[in-house]
DNA sequence: ACGGCGATGACAGTAACTGACATCGCTACA
DNA sequence: TGTAGCGATGTCAGTTACTGTCATCGCCGT
């Protein structure tokens, strides 16, 4: 064909992330998006399923890192500390991309639509912890809990650091929700750890 | 119009869930469900907002089945055990639909498109179980992880419900689950809850 | 020069949704 | 009893996400 630039997958996701924010997921079309990028609409569904892919990683980069964190860990820890410490790998992944990760994550929570897409990807984080969880010898349903729980503390804490500029690093976030989920597990019905058997 | 039948969402939903059983969710049209229906496919985006939509509960019983258990809970109870016993709730209604959510779940678990929507369902009912939690003066990041934690051990213990036959009470599984996920909060590195420490 | 390969454009087609308007049957009320 | 109004539906045209198919272009190795 005529001459053409080449990375069209990103410059696709950097228009769409741009026109998203200007007005609004479903306000562009995915001919806007490809036209800012200046390929057709049909070369744009050949590098995504569908128009809310646009905004995920094809690579899965972060995932990777994860479960790369969980591998390398030694020997000695307990499930979920393992979980906890993928979890704030991921946290230390987005750290070096904050401004980038908040406007994406800012319309992502405008949109349901792409909430669902967002929350579909964190379900196969959960799986793939779940699975490396399991290949250094944890049992299947601890590896599943730990890893669904991993999962959770790692979204309350990326809300947290979305939401407050005050807050800490993301990995701290995420270590911070653990330890709660740590001392709501402990806790005892009133009287914490004391009689009540 | 001419004479209509009652209660056209009721029969959306039944000849939709036939029709994804019998060819796949993927090959039935919205127009395929509405005439088996006896209505328009207009009529059907009347009653749900999207074609997935129509295998979800529009009254949202469960959930409110879920925020009632740990509205009526006794005051006594730490945050995760009234997220426990929310989920468990969850489970005794469940329980009573076995067959047809079963059927539901294998339509699901087919397909991705629906997976989202049934992920972003269950998000909703973890922000309606943190509110719940912080009405009951639970502080906000406690409510928060708490919620989390209760929705992910649900996933697991629903997921062992429908793929294992000789499980017990989905209710049961919930609290195995969450039993689990105690015992993983209290684990120490290499010689649990010993020296370490 | 040539042939194949990879990425793209061009174009037609399906199906999910939406908006606007007409119609029908029931209910309340004069 | 008739009629106005309301709720649920049908009709129809239109937009847009997405797919299949085929032609074209530039590059790369022989």
Redesign the interface.
């Known amino acids: 064909m005529g001459r053409w630039e080449p990375d069209a997958p990103g410059r696709l996701t950097q228009a769409a992330l741009e026109l998203f924010v200007e007005r609004g997921y479903e306000q562009t079309t995915v001919l806007d998006i490809a036209e800012r990028a200046g390929v057709t609409e049909r070369t744009f569904f050949r590098h995504f399923a569908d128009k809310r892919e646009v905004l995920f990683d094809r690579r899965n980069a972060m995932q990777e890192a994860v479960v790369a964190a969980i591998a390398a860990a030694p020997e ?6 393992l979980a906890g410490l993928g979890m704030a790998a991921a946290g230390d992944f987005l750290e070096g991309r904050r401004e980038h990760a908040g406007r994406r994550a800012g319309v992502i929570a405008a949109n ?1 639509s792409l ?3 967002e ?2 990807k964190l ?1 196969a984080l959960s799986d793939a912890v779940a699975t490396e969880l399991r290949q250094r010898g944890v049992p299947a ?2 590896a ?3 890893a ?2 991993g ?3 790692f ?2 804490a990326f ?2 650091w979305v939401a407050d500029p005050s807050a800490p690093d993301l990995a701290t976030c995420v270590r ?2 653990l330890a ?11 009287g ?1 750890g004391a009689v009540t058997r």
Do not use: F, H, I
């Open positions: 000695t820890l307990p499930p979920l500390e349901p909430q669902e897409r929350l579909l379900a349903p601890e599943g809990v730990a669904e729980a999962v959770g503390v979204r309350r809300e947290r911070d929700s709660t989920l740590r001392a709501l597990a402990a806790a005892r019905p009133r914490r």
